[in-house]
């Protein structure tokens, strides 16, 4: 199986909400820490205040259980075909193996072939990747424009406006400072919270695109399994959340392209106070806390919660973001029926 078919295959298995936040940070380690060991001395003895948020959080919150594979309807995959520009190779049948179309004429790919459009049921995705992109910096759509293109390519699938949440829109440069592409995540909506990531660093559930030149479609992927609501569970108040940051059970989140994480949560150790100053739910692939064991997806789709907040260390402050537990059957499990 090609290199890029199975990194990608794996990307879209892995995400077990702290696995795929912590990947970056911990890429270099050979034995990795449990979350618990990587907080243990956060915030243990720090003024924690809590900032009202603006929005208030739904009281309550489903879980999900995910049914896969998803055999893709030959609607569905002649329009992906089709967006992707290679009717010539011909249109796949519905089935529930994994599949690809290999580069046939790639000049640097050693012994492997890459596979630039793949058929995943077994997450419920598809994916393309061009590989003749033009790098052109002409013609390339604006904001406005990307948007609208992607959210008329998403209807392609079936996917509509009210399951979907535009987030923003990102750039690709080619030689360091020249944009040669523009490109969108759709996330999708669950109950009108989405998932986690700009699609363009994580691997969430939704629709994305990119587009180049001359409006050469780059890249485009449909992340999209069936789901089956599994059960509502009270969401967490302010004292309860709080709770758990004291008991380890929220994580900070590396920054962007963060060099030394370790290094900035021995920082945080000497925290005298932390002001939470947002909260805002989403939903991820897999269970809180847990990180899969083998190469099958994960079974559930949960929502958690990413909070803002800043470390004040008497004479300086630090901007910190954390994911902690939101549902109360999350705390059960975690603080007192731990795996």
Not at 187 to 214: A, H, T, W
Not at 291 to 302: A, C, G, M, Q, R
């Amino acid at each position: 199986m090609p290199d890029s078919f199975d990194e990608r295959n794996k990307a879209m298995k892995a995400f077990a909400v702290f696995a795929l936040m912590l990947a970056s940070a911990l890429s270099s380690s050979a034995v990795l820490p449990t979350w618990q060991e990587l907080n243990s001395h956060l915030f243990t003895n720090a003024l924690i205040v809590w900032q009202s948020p603006t929005n208030p959080l739904p009281k309550s919150f489903w879980t999900y259980k995910m049914l896969v594979p998803r055999r893709f309807t030959r609607v569905v995959l002649s329009n992906a075909v089709v967006l992707a520009s290679l009717e010539g190779k011909g249109f796949p049948e519905p089935s529930l193996q994994n599949s690809c179309f290999l580069s046939d004429d790639c000049q640097s790919c050693s012994c492997m072939r890459p596979c630039y459009f793949s058929i995943m049921p077994e997450t419920g995705s598809i994916a393309f990747d061009e590989p003749h992109q033009n790098n052109l910096s002409n013609a390339i759509p604006d904001d406005d424009d990307i948007v609208k293109l992607a959210f008329e390519c998403a209807a392609r699938f079936g996917l509509t406006g009210p399951y979907l949440i535009p987030r923003k829109v990102y750039v690709t440069l080619c030689d360091s400072n020249r944009i040669c592409g523009r490109g969108i995540f759709l996330s999708r909506s669950l109950d009108g919270i989405g998932f986690r990531g700009n699609g363009n660093d994580e691997s969430p559930e939704g629709f994305g695109m990119e587009v180049g030149g001359n409006w050469q479609i780059r890249s485009f992927s449909l992340a999209w399994p069936e789901l089956v609501r599994d059960k509502s569970s009270r969401t967490l108040n302010a004292a309860e959340i709080i709770h758990c940051i004291r008991a380890h059970k929220a994580i900070v989140l590396p920054d962007p392209d963060e060099e030394d994480y370790f290094a900035r949560l021995k920082t945080l150790a000497g925290a005298k106070k932390l002001t939470i100053t947002k909260i805002t739910p989403y939903y991820g692939e897999g269970i809180i806390g847990e990180v899969p064991t083998n190469d099958l997806p994960p079974e559930f789709v949960t929502p958690f919660a990413e909070l803002e907040a800043v470390a004040d260390f008497g004479n300086s402050n630090a901007a910190v973001r954390l994911v902690s537990p939101i549902l109360s059957s999350e705390v059960s499990r975690l603080l007192y029926f731990p795996r």
